[in-house]
């Protein structure tokens, strides 16, 4: 695995808010991703860099970070992108490790996941996983015609909307009242804080 950095802390987006977890972050994204430029991790997008990281130390230090039974978060970059993504996976669970992965939907993940996020960046239409346990698009100004098409085109336990921060700013007013909207249109997606922000950890 081409790694970025490795860390523990707790998570602070979606559903598994609150949860400490063992935080896996793949190096390098090639996702035509329209916030490129406000990518939370810019450090992670390049693929030279990091650090190349064998699966069974992953799992080994993962272990010791975070005890039997913990969570580890694969995220990135593109963790999908890892050609050992999946068997970092499976190590992970055969090891007694909880995973959640963070993913933007633009490849296929065929190893079983304990929470599967999808953070879309492409229309719902071009995502090749369209099931998950939540979908979490980071609202940038997308119409309600968008959003509508991933409520309905998506499967998922829940959909959140996620302010975007760009230098030191956010759009966290507008993104809740999208929340409001949303919701009087029946739809009902959630708001995401990034807690770990507000708590001024990773
Ligand atoms: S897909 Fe995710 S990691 Fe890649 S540039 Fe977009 S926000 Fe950043």
């Known amino acids: 695995m081409h790694i970025s950095e490795l860390f523990y802390s707790v998570q602070g987006e979606g559903h598994l808010t609150g949860r400490p ?57 593109e963790p999908a992108e890892q050609p ?18 963070q993913t933007s939907g633009m ?16 229309p719902c239409d071009e995502l090749l996983i369209t099931t ?8 940038t100004g997308q119409s309600v015609a968008e959003l509508s098409a991933y409520y309905s085109g998506f499967r998922a336990f829940n959909y959140y909307l996620q302010p975007c921060w ?17 919701n009087r249109a029946g739809m009902g997606y959630e708001f995401s804080a990034q807690w770990h922000k507000f708590l001024g950890v990773r």
């Open 132 to 139: 998950a346990h939540e979908l979490k698009i980071i609202y």
């Open 166 to 182: 760009q230098d030191g700013e956010t759009n966290q007013a507008e993104t809740l009242d999208m929340v409001y909207r949303l």
């Open 21 to 77: 977890m063992y935080f896996i972050r793949a190096q390098g994204c090639a996702v035509k991703c329209p916030i490129r430029a406000v990518c939370d991790q810019p450090e992670s997008l390049a693929f030279r860099g990091g650090t190349e990281t064998s699966v069974v130390t992953l799992v080994t230090e993962a272990l010791a970070a975070c005890g039997p039974r913990g969570w580890v978060c694969l995220t990135g970059g």
């Open 84 to 101: 050992d993504c999946e068997a970092l996976i499976a190590a992970c669970r055969q090891r007694g490790l909880f995973v959640q992965v």
């Open 107 to 122: 490849r296929r993940i065929s190893a079983p996941v304990d929470w599967l996020t999808v953070s879309p960046k492409a």
